[in-house]
């Protein structure tokens, strides 16, 4: 029977070929996708466990504290041009002390190890704008085994131990080698490798679901011929197991090629797929590694999954031969359909307001509900189906109208189904895109031409126990920069505690609150002087101000015409008070780093200067990270969809040629039976992608209000472009297949076989 099953499926006429191919291709689609989404999560992991090493200084020591084998160690992050850079300071306390991954021995006081990324940078950059922060000179190049990306920027840094230890250095028995994700005690730089893995696999789970439809579309194409010919095999004396083997020898024959082809444009695409930068920083390609297990898993789990698809979809052959001549009106999809639906937009609505207090609690609470919404799109999609073609045959006045909408009233299941791949697509992008947006617009991001951008402030916090300067301290040079406009001395407050009023306020509204306290004071003069950090209310001399002279400024869309609270005092006393910080204000990125290079040779001790908008740009990249993911699932899976669309299509004009060919017989126009055609793809198509977005932004602006207390913004043209573009896509792949019915609706094809 195996044999006899490969004869039918490699002989049986261009019908099987082209079924077999569209099979095959369909398991080569999905076995790419899944395995770059199974090699991600290694690759999450395998760049996970290089960052360990920086996290040495957070894990408490395992040996005595006075142990010789020690290193001092000190770890901060600088930046350049807004790239994150990774300096460990270290210095030997002992003949036996680690040495740090990737570098041949402990660097000597005044000599440095450089990424290669940062070794490049270097020596393109002028001294003065980032070399200077290092002392010494370069010995060599950090390995790879040390690097989490290959465009990480990392510096090891020899010092003695009496130039660390005022530093707040602390000594350290041995290299941490434990993953960030399996750190107990707060490791600061790494991965949160769960919540990655849960991303990734809601991308696996949107861009392979349309890709199991299009796997049961194409194993359901031509099945009215398959399941009369397989009907007509029982009644001469074949056996349902004879049945079910022929109809797995062709799925099992296609998802093997299939899965061939995937493994195959996974190996293809890895390279590209590296320098995908969703964790921040791009892999080594290396890291899209695939395990023996991951292979094994896919490459027979697929062929099985498409045996089950084919048997699924000939299981009424398995009751009976003549089950198939037995075809009558499904019965109507329900109303409680919406069931599922409603109950995870409720889910999301009870969360209004009663926030989960913990992170875990707050993934739990909203990803059911999203995934109940999603679940219950998908099961309501039939009945919406139906209320729409109901309405489309109500108001028909042509006979194209009419016709389609009879068939899908009729039949509701059949015609979500081809397109219910889209639904999940859209509905994750929707809800991507309206929470990015609106977080986005409500924290105000500052654009790079911005005052939050162009200046960065050194501050001296006598709670962090850093020792704070006097004004002649103050390098001189910072005002004698070429594109620095000003430099400013921001003093501390000596009201140094905010009022009760602010601190009884809940978490939601204390910043309004600081609106009208801040830690540091200026001059009312000063602040008419600079222009650009705001003003006085009307009749201040003392405005409280933040640190950095930008504050929730930044998060509340950024203006010049910015007002600050008074501050209680008169301006002869605000000198008088020590100093919270120095605040650099530039015209040129030149100017900028040239001043950052200054004050961190002049002030070594705690947070290296940087801008605000610095501070911001990691939540904002990875915000635009899981935007463009959003955007491949779309753009991903409305050409899949697409596809399903167009099989289905040619699968539906296959099995009703001959109903169709009478028709025209009768004196039906071909172009209203492409009509009919049309309707039947369009109205679930449309009906599909509304419902879908509509739900989608309904869950985000749930989501926002629950948990920042935010109203949905509507996004930006693009999206709607994108969306557009892609239903347009999609509808051209399916109206590829309206000329198969001049073709396939002749009048030879009316006459009784």
């Not at 570098?103 to 440095?112: N, S």
């Not at 969809?641 to 539906?652: F, H, I, K």
């Amino acid at each position: 029977m195996i044999r006899f099953g490969l004869r039918l499926s490699l002989a049986g006429g261009r019908e099987a070929a082209t079924r077999l191919l569209i099979i095959a291709a369909a398991v080569a689609l999905g076995v790419g996708m899944l395995l770059a989404t199974v090699a991600g999560m290694n690759a999450v992991g395998a760049q996970n466990q290089r960052y360990g090493w920086l996290n040495t200084a957070t894990v408490p020591a395992s040996s005595p504290e006075a142990s010789a084998s020690q290193l001092w160690w000190l770890l901060r992050e600088d930046y350049y041009h807004g790239r994150s850079i990774g300096r460990v300071d270290i210095a030997v306390a002992g003949p036996d002390a680690p040495v740090p991954p990737g570098i041949e021995h402990l660097p000597g006081p005044g000599e440095y190890y450089v990424s290669p990324a940062l070794g490049e940078l270097l020596r393109a950059t002028p001294a003065a704008e980032l070399g200077d922060r290092f002392p010494g000179h370069e010995i060599g190049t950090i390995g790879p085994a040390a690097l989490p990306s290959p465009d990480s920027l990392l510096i090891v840094v020899g010092r003695t131990p009496a130039e660390l230890e005022p530093l707040g250095a602390r000594k350290v028995p041995q290299i941490m080698t434990l993953s960030p994700s399996d750190c107990s005690s707060g490791c600061r730089i790494g991965i949160n490798q769960a919540g990655m893995t849960l991303v990734l696999s809601i991308v696996a789970a949107a861009l392979l679901f349309p890709v199991l439809i299009f796997i049961g579309t194409a194993t359901r194409l031509a099945a009215t011929r398959r399941e009369q010919r397989f009907a007509a095999m029982r009644l001469v004396g074949a056996t349902p197991r004879q049945i079910s083997l022929i109809s797995a020898v062709e799925s099992t024959l296609a998802a093997s090629v299939g899965a061939a082809v995937g493994f195959g444009l996974f190996f293809a695409a890895r390279p590209a797929l590296a320098g995908i930068p969703f964790t921040g920083e791009p892999f080594f390609a290396g890291d899209l590694s695939l395990s023996i297990v991951d292979v094994l898993a896919i490459a027979l789990g697929i062929p099985l999954g498409a045996v089950g698809a084919a048997w699924l979809a000939l299981r009424r052959v398995q009751i009976s031969p003549l089950g198939v001549s037995r075809r009558v009106t499904p019965k109507p999809p329900r109303v409680w359909r919406l069931i599922p639906l409603a109950a995870g937009l409720a889910e999301l609505t009870y969360f209004i307001g009663r926030r989960p207090p913990t992170t875990n609690g707050q993934i739990t609470a909203y990803l059911s509900g999203f995934v109940l919404i999603m679940v219950g799109l998908v099961v309501a999609g039939p009945w919406l189906t139906m209320v729409g073609a109901r309405l489309l045959a109500g108001r028909a006045s042509r006979p194209a109208a009419l016709i389609a909408g009879r068939r899908l009233a009729d039949n509701p299941q059949a015609g979500f189904r081809s397109v219910s791949g889209l639904i999940v697509a859209l509905f994750v992008t929707s809800v991507a895109t309206g929470t990015i947006t609106t977080f986005v617009a409500n924290r105000g991001a500052p654009r790079t031409d911005s005052v939050a951008a162009t200046s960065l402030s050194k501050e001296f916090r006598p709670e962090e126990g850093l020792p704070v300067p006097t004004a002649d301290q103050i390098p001189a040079g910072l005002s004698t920069i070429p594109g620095v406009r000003s430099v400013t001395l921001v003093r501390a407050n000596p009201v140094d505690r905010p009022p009760v009023e602010v601190l009884s306020k809940p978490a939601n509204s204390v910043s309004a609150a600081y609106r009208d306290w801040w830690p540091g004071v200026i001059t009312c003069a000063e602040l008419d002087r600079l222009a650009v950090f705001g003003s006085c209310p009307a009749g201040a001399q003392v405005a409280a101000v933040p640190d950095d002279l930008i504050g929730m400024r930044a998060f509340d869309l950024t203006s010049d015409t910015y007002v600050w609270g008074a501050a209680d005092m008169a301006p002869e006393e605000v000198d008088r008070q020590p100093i919270r910080s120095v605040v650099v204000n530039t015209t040129s990125r030149a100017a900028f780093e040239q001043a950052r290079t200054m004050l961190i040779d002049a002030f070594p001790q705690g947070r290296f200067p940087a801008s605000t908008g610095e501070w911001e740009s990691n939540s904002r990249r990875q915000m635009n990270q899981f935007q463009q993911l959003a955007n491949v699932i779309m753009l991903a899976s409305l050409p899949i969809a697409g596809c399903s669309l167009a099989v289905s299509v040619a699968g539906g004009l296959s099995d009703r040629k001959r109903p169709f060919s009478m028709l025209r017989l009768t004196g039906m126009q071909l172009r209203t039976l492409r009509g009919v055609v049309a309707l039947e793809t369009v109205v679930p198509l449309l009906l599909v992608a509304v419902v879908a977005i509509g739900m989608g932004f309904l869950a985000a602006h749930l989501f926002l209000r629950a948990q920042l207390h935010y109203t949905l913004l509507a996004p930006g043209g693009s999206f709607y472009l994108m969306v557009g573009g892609g239903l347009a896509v999609s509808l051209g792949i399916v109206a590829l297949t309206l000329p198969l019915l001049r073709r396939i609706t002749g009048p030879e094809t009316a006459r009784n076989e």
